[in-house]
Nanobody
Framework: QVQLAESGGGLVQAGGSLRLSCAAS????????TGWFRQTPGKERDFVAA???????TYADSAKGRFTISRDGAKNTVYLQMNSLKPEDTAVYYC????????????????WGQGTQVTVSA
């Protein structure tokens, strides 16, 4: 069982930056892929970025060039650095983990955090 806890959300102006953190309850870097999703009210959860246990990284088109996913294995933490934020980035951001990279990318991960709110004002 893996427990995930997101932090780092908040209110920021358009063009600003935030760094989200996803802390895992157990060592994940050598066994699990981890990813970020986001969701706005009434819409499905959308993929943002993911990193495999071997370091392969993928991004949604909306995140490319602005967001960076990274991992600190010693801290069992995955980060999402978000720059040049836009009002349309406003959402609840969720962290997900699974032993299968594809499951993380497609939203079928076994483990999810509770989410952290990101609000970008115009």
């Amino acid at each position: 069982q893996v427990q995930l806890a997101e932090s780092g959300g908040g209110l920021v102006q358009a063009g600003g930056s935030l760094r989200l953190s996803c802390a895992a309850s157990t060592r994940t870097s050598s066994r699990y892929a981890t990813g970020w999703f986001r969701q706005t009210p009434g819409k499905e959860r959308d993929f943002v970025a993911a990193i495999s246990w071997s370091g392969v990284i993928t991004y949604a088109d909306s995140a490319k060039g602005r967001f960076t996913i990274s991992r600190d294995g010693a801290k069992n933490t995955v980060y999402l650095q978000m720059n040049s934020l836009k009002p349309e980035d406003t959402a609840v951001y969720y962290c997900a983990a699974d032993s299968v990279f594809r499951e993380v990318q497609t939203g079928g991960a076994d483990y999810w955090g509770q989410g952290t709110q990101v609000t970008v004002s115009a």
